[in-house]
């Protein structure tokens, strides 16, 4: 291969990479704000059906079993992304959404409408400045992300406690405070990772459209932690 056809191949390859970039970073947002339309309008139908509220919490072992089955699909889809399809692991993600959906609905029983749809743009106002701030900062999140990681095991370990053994509302508070700092600070740094991930990305290959996939989970969970915690703050509860 002479020289000349050398360059030419690594300028094929830098513009297909910035033609690539900014689509996988749009999939990234459109798969996170349509896993959460979805989570939205399942968590309202199941809490606007008497009949399904019923079936689904009229026992407590069925509210263990979502969670459980929650905690399994987000497990087994990140343990398990290099073997799975693109379809299979955007159908996964979609039926994770439904089921975060449906574990949701007991947050329209608990809290008035304004309020849910108060701190829901509190969220998104919230979340898009944090995101912004991990896509164009250029100091390293790394470590940052590494110490709320730490943080956010504390915080899981604390609220086990208090639901279990202290039953405190005013260190519930708290918690819900540190909960918010927490996801506010892996909002940036997520938002840092994953634009480091694709930025390498040659083309929108399979693989890199489940890196973007991967990535959009990351969010995904980030925003409904976010915004269940500043609703354990601000959120009205019903009278």
Do not use: C, H
């Not at 947002?29 to 896993?35: I, K, P």
């Not at 991990?134 to 915080?155: E, H, N, P, Q």
């Not at 990305?201 to 915004?227: H, R, T």
């Amino acid at each position: 291969m002479n020289e000349e056809r050398l360059y030419e191949l690594i300028r094929e390859k830098e513009q297909a990479a910035t033609v690539a970039f900014p689509a996988l970073m749009r999939k990234v947002y459109v798969w996170m704000t349509l896993a959460l339309v979805i989570t939205g309008f399942t968590a309202y139908g199941v809490a606007t059906s008497p009949g399904i509220m019923t079936a689904l919490f009229s026992a407590q072992w069925k509210i263990w079993a979502l969670l459980i089955a929650e905690i399994a699909l987000v497990w087994y889809v990140s343990a398990r992304i290099d073997r799975l399809s693109l379809p299979t692991a955007t159908m996964l993600f979609v039926l994770y959404s439904v089921l975060n959906g449906a574990t949701l609905s007991v947050i329209f029983m608990a809290y008035t409408m304004q309020s849910i749809a108060s701190v829901f743009f509190i969220t998104a106002g919230t979340f898009a400045a944090m995101s912004l701030i991990g896509y164009f900062t250029k100091a390293d999140l790394s470590s940052l992300g590494r110490i709320l990681m730490m943080a956010l095991i504390g915080l899981i370990i604390a609220t086990l406690v208090n639901v279990f053994l202290v039953k405190s509302g005013g260190f519930s508070l708290i918690l819900s405070y540190v909960g918010v700092l927490i996801f506010v600070g892996l909002t940036a740094y997520d938002t840092q990772k994953i634009k480091q991930m694709l930025v390498a990305a040659d083309d929108v290959s399979e693989d890199a459209q489940k890196i973007a996939l991967m990535g959009s989970l990351s969010l995904y969970l980030d925003f409904i932690n976010l915004f269940l915690y500043l609703l354990r703050i601000f959120g009205g509860n019903r009278e």
